[in-house]
Structure formats: C-alpha cells, structure tokens
C-alpha cells in the first residue's frame, strides 16, 4: 500500500482497517502488486464528508483496467458488507464506514 503525497492516514477510524485490508486483497486479485491511497483525513471534502473523521478514504482507479473498476468496487462491497459505502468516482473509490443506525 503506498500514499499519495501528502495523504495523512495518521488517527484513521479502527474500522477503516477492514477496507484497507479488503482494498489489497482486492488489487491483487485483479492482478494489481499496489493501492494507491489518494486521501484520508487531508484535503477539502463536502460538510458532510467522513472524511475529517477518519472514516472514509480513496482509492487510485487508474491502475485498474476498464471493467476491473467495476469489478473492484463490486468486490470491495462483497468483502466489506452493509456498514461501508463504496461509492465509484470519476477518478477514485470512495469507502467510507457509515453503519445503518436504527
């Protein structure tokens, strides 16, 4: 796993680990040795972004190939389950840990 310049990852939720872990295993499955971690808790996010909190980050889609996009952002969702958001960008997936509360 490598960081975008400048990314801070330092205070990252306990349960952004789970997406971290999952994001490797899913790179390698579709052939990929790297993660790219384009922002955690750095940059300007929406209001509403869990991003401030340690709960959200992104990840680099243009070492992917086409479909393995997709593929990635399906995966990501199987291994992750309801409690986090995997939400495909226009140049990052964005997974956040957002519980469904009741």
Known sequence: MRLKDGVIIAGLHIKMRPVLIAAEDVWRDLGRQEVVITSALDGCHSA????????????????????DVALAVD?????LGDDYDVVLEPTHIHVEYDPEVE
Not at 75 to 79: K, P, S
């Open 48 to 67: 509403a972004s869990l991003h401030p909190y340690g709960r959200a980050v992104d990840l680099r889609t243009r070492v992917l190939r086409g479909i």
């Open 75 to 79: 995966m990501l969702r199987e291994r």
